[in-house]
């Protein structure tokens, strides 16, 4: 009864996630971008994606008549989403370099760009040549970075990673790193903006070159096409210029809220509301999609685990430890952007969440029913049997409800991991908690207030969580 | 016994088992006949509860041929557990599903397995639990009960069954001295109706009182056999001797 429920049960959430969003007559695009990356593209204090790319892509979409879904994550993920064809187009900041037009196809350059090199404020370091021995900070995957690496052997500095823009500014700015590499627009923009930072070159950027939005090479031609004809028009009609001005002329405050919504706990969850109600909603969906399938895919693992056939034994045994030894990102990232590489079929972001938690959480969920069934007594199993009770009917009756008993705890402890585990998925750019902490530090440069305030609602839903389960529990052993 | 014709309900040829290099059971033969108290007896590690648990396959042999009720057990065709119906079992332990009450204890088999629908279990439940004398304790959790009373439930559960035969392993062994008493007695009242029983025990005074016939075994093999009298007042085996000079004086 149980198994059929689950079954129908999975087969429905599983049809739900699959469902494609259904679209008009006109063509429709899926566009990648990096959120943290002002004042090309950024979340304002409404929770709206802006910036000077997000501007120009929707009026070159009006005037070429094509409608998009803009997704959010990091640069890395963004680049590889279309490269690998999940992804239509990415508009990201994406300096215009010989090795990347091998794998895509550029438009025209919409922003001339150069790599600055950034120190601390108060820095002692004067040149590159004091960098011997230190830190710098890169985000994986930009030409920045490349810029960097390629004076790493000349100047002998250490080199550390970073996914998004604003926490590489943050390890700066508090002094981690000793320095960073970054598009000389982007970086004097935050430093407009009161990140406590310095260019060290304002007036030879390095590796001088431009923007382009980018298609997967041979691909999308029609996309690419309109988008630059789209491009020519709103710069020769002034929207373009208009569109430059509106970013890099205006106040932190236009977009990013006044000092008061964003220098108190109670300024930013006020001026956040939205986007954090949003966040907590996508990680509580994550999270209960996720135990519950979880559950009933590591129940299924263990009583395999337990089986009489040595084969389905063997199965469980390999799917188990398959998946518990992969890391969750790395799984997520196989899930979301390897595996539709190889299928070309597209897999959304939450449905290959979804499937990664599964996965990984319900491994683990099968190690340890297999080990609650394997710990009652071998007595019952014997005494069930010599009544004339077959395998199935001494598992269902005799074993299993003793077994899953035993296993409470570790249900409960599994839970939490699962709500923890979901913030991995921000990785692939699911805007659940983490992620929307993420862009809004990305705007306001608030770190520490921020994150207090994200730590804090992870550990409100982890007690309502906990207390969830020990009430079930309760509930049960009483019976 | 009656003047019905003897009935074989249990027949053994030649089975022999071996965990690795520990060869427990060698070539034992016997006959078990309907109505018929056959008590087993020996030292720990002799091979008696092994082959108690290959009469309804709990334990398979390496080879030979078991018959119960009709049935070759040893046949890999034969539906064990359609034979393992008619067939209760004892355990030293209990073995009592802890996550049921008494009365459901007793009536899981019957019902899950379609032979008595839910009231006719809970009203065939009710009169064993009075024929073990058990009766207050129908609706009590199973951790709640002593040895001994675990015991008389076990039995219970498994005539809930109405098995044509019934075999205990070392069912007073784990009991308080004081709980063993009342066990026995139920055991006796159901030799006394005539129940097919196949039993391991170290009860020497059980055995003396309520065997048909006594199965010495040591060292795998059925060393001596014979009525009660016989084994115990005139054994001409050499180790059943030693064994028994240890056991009686002990």
Request: aromatic share 10%; net charge neutral; no cysteine.
């Amino acid at each position: 009864m149980l198994k059929k429920f689950g079954f129908g049960f999975a087969a429905i959430v599983l049809l739900w996630l699959m469902a494609p969003t259904v679209s008009a007559n006109e063509p429709h695009y899926t566009i990648t971008t990096d959120a943290t990356y002002a004042p090309f593209t950024f979340q304002d204090k409404n929770s709206q994606y802006v910036g000077i790319e997000q501007d120009m892509m929707k009026a070159i979409a009006k005037r070429e008549g094509f409608t998009y879904t803009m997704k959010p994550m990091s640069f890395n993920s963004a680049a590889q989403l279309v490269s690998n064809g999940q992804a239509d187009g990415i508009i990201a900041g994406m300096s215009i370099t010989p090795e990347r037009r091998q794998v895509y196809d550029f438009s025209t350059p919409y922003y001339k760009t150069g790599v600055a090199w950034i120190v601390k404020k108060d820095s002692k370091i004067k040149s590159l040549e004091d960098l011997k021995g230190q830190t710098v900070a890169l985000k994986t995957g930009t030409a920045a970075s490349e810029y960097g690496l390629s004076l790493q052997a000349k100047y002998g500095f250490k080199v550390k990673y970073f996914n998004d823009t604003d926490t590489m500014y943050n390890d700066v700015a508090v002094g981690n790193s000793a320095a960073t590499f970054e598009d000389m627009p982007v970086i004097q923009y935050a430093i407009k903006n009161g990140m406590k930072l310095k260019v060290m070159n304002p007036n030879q950027p390095g590796n001088a070159g431009s923007y382009g939005f980018a298609v997967e090479k041979h691909k999308n031609k029609a996309l690419l096409t309109a988008f630059n004809r789209g491009f020519a028009a709103i710069k020769k009609d002034g929207t373009y210029d208009k569109i430059v001005a509106k970013y890099l002329g205006a106040s932190q405050a236009t977009f990013s809220g006044t000092k008061a919504d964003n220098e108190t706990v109670f300024g930013i969850l006020k001026s956040n509301q939205q986007a954090l109600v949003s966040g907590l909603w996508q990680t509580i969906e994550l999270t209960v999609i996720a135990i519950v399938l979880a559950s009933i895919w590591g129940i299924l693992l263990g009583v395999m685990g337990v089986s009489q056939m040595a084969w389905v034994r063997g199965l469980s045994t390999t799917i188990i430890y398959i998946f518990r030894g992969l890391p969750l990102m790395v799984l997520a990232f196989f899930i979301y952007i390897g595996l539709p590489g190889l299928t070309g079929v597209k897999i959304p972001a939450f449905t290959a969440g979804i499937v990664t938690l599964i996965l990984n959480e319900g491994a683990y969920t099968g190690a340890f029913v297999r080990g609650g069934f394997e710990a009652v007594d071998r007595g019952q199993m014997e005494a069930a049997r010599s009544l004339g009770l077959p395998y199935g009917k001494a598992m269902r009756r005799v074993i299993m409800p003793q077994g899953l008993r035993i296993m409470v705890p570790s249900f409960i402890n599994q839970f939490i991991i699962t709500l923890k585990d979901t913030s991995i998925l921000s990785a692939i750019g699911l805007l659940e908690l983490t992620q929307t902490g993420s862009l809004i530090v990305a705007r306001n440069s608030q770190g520490f207030r921020v994150w207090a305030i994200i730590a804090i609602v992870y550990l409100i839903l982890i007690t309502l969580l906990t207390w969830l389960s020990r009430w079930v529990e309760n509930k049960m052993t009483m019976q | 016994m009656s003047d019905a014709q003897t009935k074989v309900k249990v027949h053994v040829e030649n089975v022999n088992k071996s965990y690795g290099d520990n060869h427990v059971l060698r070539d034992i033969s016997l006959d078990v006949s309907e109505n018929e108290v056959v008590v087993m007896i020996g030292p720990s590690g002799s091979g008696k509860s092994t082959f108690l648990r290959m009469l309804n396959q709990l334990e398979t042999p390496d080879n030979g041929t078991i018959v119960v009720d009709g049935f070759d057990i040893s046949d890999k065709a034969t539906d064990i557990n359609k034979v393992r119906e008619n067939i209760g079992m004892v355990f030293q332990n209990f073995n009592l599903f802890n996550n049921y009450t008494v009365l459901e204890n007793i009536m899981l088999a019957p019902v899950e397995l379609g032979k008595l629908d839910k009231a006719a279990a809970e009203k065939k439940a009710r009169e064993l639990l009075a024929t073990v004398g058990l009766s207050d304790k129908a609706d009590v959790s199973v951790n709640s009960l002593s040895g001994g009373q675990k015991q008389r439930i076990a039995i219970a559960r498994a005539l809930a069954m109405s098995p044509d035969v019934m075999l205990f392993d070392e069912p007073t062994s784990a009991l308080d001295p004081e709980m063993v008493g009342d066990v026995l007695n139920v055991m006796k009242n159901l030799a006394d109706s005539g129940m097919t029983m196949i039993i391991v025990t170290h009860e020497m005074g059980f055995a003396k009182q309520v065997a048909d016939r006594v199965v010495f075994f040591e060292s795998g093999k059925i060393q001596e056999s014979g009525t009660p009298e016989a084994v115990f007042n005139t054994p001409k085996n050499a180790r059943l001797q030693e064994f028994l000079s240890k056991v009686m004086h002990a």
